[in-house]
């Protein structure tokens, strides 16, 4: 989850840095300053400044933390993953906040703030349109109501206020000479945390995976081409299908036909401008299990990656809960969440995908007033809107700004453009409570179906939850809070604000969510495909999906392979074949055939037909193929705005029209163009601009390894702290994707388990446990992630089963 803006600028490869290099900087950093960055002379305080960075954490150490039942002992293994020995689940969350405060406390504190709107009283104005946008969708609002919700002695309350009082317990044992660099840098102190605070990071989750616009892409499409082949641009379903819940006789075709740009809409066009929808970017997460019936050991594998913005330090922290109530589970949190959301035990182990489901929809409302609103028309009279004051203050305390938010009974109003409308907001994540206790119930599940039982209430954000056990039941879910629709269903457009006839009508029964268990063919997977075929489902659940290429890969792997083993699975996490470049490129090659006197046409078909279509370091294919599909998109989308880029879906489809208006290039005049007109002549540019950035193919220069990097930023984006350019294989819709362009996002967290007599597992992420960028432990597994290589992570059963790299012992305090 990335907490600021990515920065775009390239820098050489990064090497890993020592704590003497950390030094050496901040030192150069003390003398002539960082941009807006504070000066640095306090950082060279040889007690209290950047000297005391380069201190290792004692080997064994000791805290307290008020309201513990008992001691607890925590074990550190030779990765710095803190197994948790504690006697209830309560002392276990306490410990919990501590230990994760103790290596990530920047992080958890900035995390919180990006849920909240509140990064200006850390950062300054720089952040204030960031603050702006979360609060400006109702996030405060929603935290502050979430948490005054929760009972006063309710579990979920409970598990709250412990693992806050774990955080502060060590924000309170805090000393100067022990307060992490980022907070020297802007002369800050952390945070108190609150099981508020806690909300405001789910919240920050919510709004990576559940955020969308496609109502808004399909109004600005509308605005230029008109609604019908706006409608068809943005489909209510994938044209290819191979979906979640297995579906008789393999993938298939839909057909989709796309009508000719039509005159446009203008009212779609003037609401759509203000909201600068964004293009799609077809990346995502995998899992995928396997029955015993098909594994070469006879016991269930279940592999899970989900695919996150990636930052320094993760976005993920390992650890291990034992209680002797029955709760012992490994696996990764997310810093600010009192639980293990991703893991196994010793009986099951489970992994999920983002279901990329429609949960935000928007109202075009009637307002009294088109500036300053005070009512809004509602079934034939006017409705006073909720006003809310929001102040954004600076570090000090000083006041940046002040807005008035406005509230219908569905969300957040806003204005759009300059013509005086008002649309409203209604999505899932500002209504759902806290349901953080699922995690811990379904921890002490045996077997698989016990544990999607105790799944069952979990909201949002939803997730296909895939889970296998050790007698080999093996299951997945669509799970979460999916919104009923009134007429057609259909949420993938602006709503009529003015009669509660087209709010919300309720939620999908749980026996409704796209759903299997032990399949007769022996595997499940997801990677963020439609989840159910059309012919299953009665029910709108999205649109626009992204294309099943990865889980196009996924099965085809899995319907070949009737002896999988752990390291097959490993190995499948990072393939680099491309079922996407396999169904285009054919298409390319007889495009280019079309005029065999063009030399440099020739010369990049010869180049294409040549590559094995698969996304590895050494290929010199990859960089052609991206560079013609990006001038195909350049010319075919010509007539739609800038910003506005349909999936995949709806260029596979106009692949076999090839006679299709949409074909035609505006920029020229004279000729109308086809097909294979505009597929030769992308091909064409696009071997043309590899030359002119990379020089002749011969020499080299258009290896993977050269051209496509990916950026690990630290969270407050200073490059001396990240790790820049790393070479990394892959690519769009590969089984680890990532952009062409560069950027931060892939698999953020590897995992693989074997479900035998004792459960076994393997993982690793992109980053190390510490938040300390002189620390060894802050980039130790950015290599081994790299090589796509997993590490046997360590399950104790009890403290005595590990030989210690570190130890923590808490104790309870009386404050």
């Not at 999936?647 to 000729?671: I, K, M, Q």
Request: aromatic letters at 8%; charged letters at 20%; glycine letters at 10%.
């Amino acid at each position: 989850m990335l907490i600021v803006p990515r920065a775009r600028h390239r820098t050489p490869i990064a090497r890993p840095l020592t704590a003497g290099l950390v030094l050496a900087a901040l030192l150069w950093l003390g003398a002539w300053g960082a941009g807006p960055l504070p000066p640095l002379g306090p950082l060279l305080d040889p007690w209290r400044g950047a000297w005391a960075l380069a201190a290792s954490a004692p080997r064994s150490a000791r805290g307290a933390i008020p309201g513990l039942g008992a001691a607890v002992q925590v074990v550190y293994d030779d990765r710095a993953v803190p197994h948790i020995f504690a006697e209830t689940q309560l002392d276990a969350l306490r410990a919990l906040g501590y230990v994760v405060a103790r290596d990530r406390l920047f992080q958890l504190d900035l995390q919180a703030r990006a849920g909240g709107g509140t990064l200006t009283e850390l950062l300054g104005p720089r952040a204030l349109e960031l603050d702006r946008e979360v609060r400006g969708l109702g996030m405060a609002r929603a935290a502050e109501r979430l948490s005054g919700a929760l009972p006063d002695t309710g579990a979920e309350r409970a598990a709250l206020v412990a693992y806050a009082a774990g955080v502060n317990a060590y924000i309170d044992s805090l000393t100067d000479r022990a307060l992490p660099l980022e907070y020297r840098l802007l002369g800050r102190r952390p945070a108190r945390w609150t099981p508020e605070r806690t909300i405001q990071v789910l919240l920050r989750m919510d709004y990576v995976l559940t955020r969308n616009s496609t109502e808004l892409e399909r109004l600005a499409a509308a605005g230029a081409v008109g609604d019908a082949a706006a409608a068809a641009l943005f489909p209510a379903h994938a044209p290819i299908q191979e979906p979640i819940q297995p579906a008789p006789g393999g993938p298939r075709r839909i057909p989709l036909l796309i009508p000719p740009p039509g005159p446009p809409d203008t009212l779609s066009g003037a609401v759509a401008r203000a909201f600068q929808p964004a293009p799609p970017q077809e990346l995502g997460s995998n899992n995928w299990a396997v029955a015993p019936s098909r594994t070469r050991a006879g016991a269930a594998l279940l592999a899970g990656d989900p695919h996150l913005d990636l930052t320094l330090p993760s976005i993920w922290y390992e650890a291990h809960l034992a209680v002797p109530d029955g709760l012992d589970v490994y696996g990764v949190t997310t810093p600010g969440l009192p639980a293990i959301l991703i893991g196994f035990t010793r009986d099951v182990a489970w992994s999920f995908t983002n279901v990329e489901a429609d949960l935000m929809d928007r109202w075009l409302e009637t307002v009294d007033d088109t500036l300053r609103p005070r009512q809004y028309r509602l079934d034939g009279r006017w409705v006073p809107l909720e006003l809310r004051r929001e102040i954004y203050l600076g570090p000090h305390g000083d006041t940046l700004a002040i807005d008035t938010l406005r509230f219908t009974h569905r969300g957040p109003m806003q204005r759009v453009g300059g013509g005086g409308r008002w649309i409203s907001l209604r999505w899932t994540a500002l209504e759902d409570g806290v349901q953080i206790g699922t995690f811990p119930r379904a921890a002490r599940a045996h077997t698989a179906r016990e544990w999607l039982a105790a799944m069952a209430s979990y909201r949002t954000p939803p997730q296909n939850m895939l889970v296998a056990d050790r007698s080999g039941t093996i299951a997945i879910r669509s799970t979460g809070r999916f919104p009923i629709r009134r007429g057609d269903g259909r949420g993938d457009r602006v709503l009529d604000g003015s009669t509660r006839a087209t709010d919300w009508q309720g939620d999908w029964p749980l026996g409704e969510e796209p759903q299997a268990a032990a399949p007769a063919q022996g595997f499940l997977a997801s990677a963020n495909q439609e989840p159910q075929d059309p012919r299953d489902g009665r029910r709108y659940l999205g649109s626009d999906w992204p294309m099943p290429w990865r889980a196009l890969r996924i099965n085809q792997l899995l319907r070949d392979d009737s002896a999988v083993t752990p390291e097959t699975m490993r190995r499948w996490q990072t393939d680099p074949a491309s079922p996407r470049a396999d169904l285009i490129v054919p298409y390319l090659l007889a495009a280019g055939a079309t005029r065999p006197a063009d030399t440099a046409l020739q010369h990049a078909r010869t180049l294409l037909g040549a590559w094995d279509r698969r996304y590895t370091l050494e290929n010199e294919g990859a960089v052609l193929f991206e560079n013609a599909l990006r001038g195909v998109a350049e010319r075919l989308w010509d007539e739609l705005p800038s910003n506005v880029r349909p999936g995949s879906g709806a260029l596979v489809a106009l692949l076999d029209d090839p006679a299709s208006p949409w074909w035609d290039d505006r920029r020229t005049s004279g000729r109308r163009e086809q097909r294979d007109d505009i597929l030769a002549e992308a091909l064409k540019e696009g071997y043309n601009e590899a030359v002119r950035g990379y020089g002749q193919p011969e020499l080299g220069g258009w290896r993977w390894a050269l051209v496509h990097r990916l950026d690990l930023w630290h969270l407050l984006h200073i490059a001396g702290l990240s790790r820049l350019e790393i070479p990394v294989a892959g690519g769009p819709s590969t089984l680890s994707p990532s952009s062409v362009t560069g950027g931060g996002e892939g698999a953020s967290w590897r995992m693989v388990v074997e479900l035998g007599p004792e459960v076994r597992g393997w993982g690793t992420y992109p980053g190390g446990q510490s938040g300390n960028p002189a620390s060894p432990r802050y980039d130790d597994r950015v290599g081994q992630w790299t090589r796509g290589e997993l590490a046997p992570l360590s399950f104790p059963h009890r403290p005595a089963d590990l030989v210690p790299a570190a130890d923590l012992l808490l104790r309870p305090s009386s404050r």
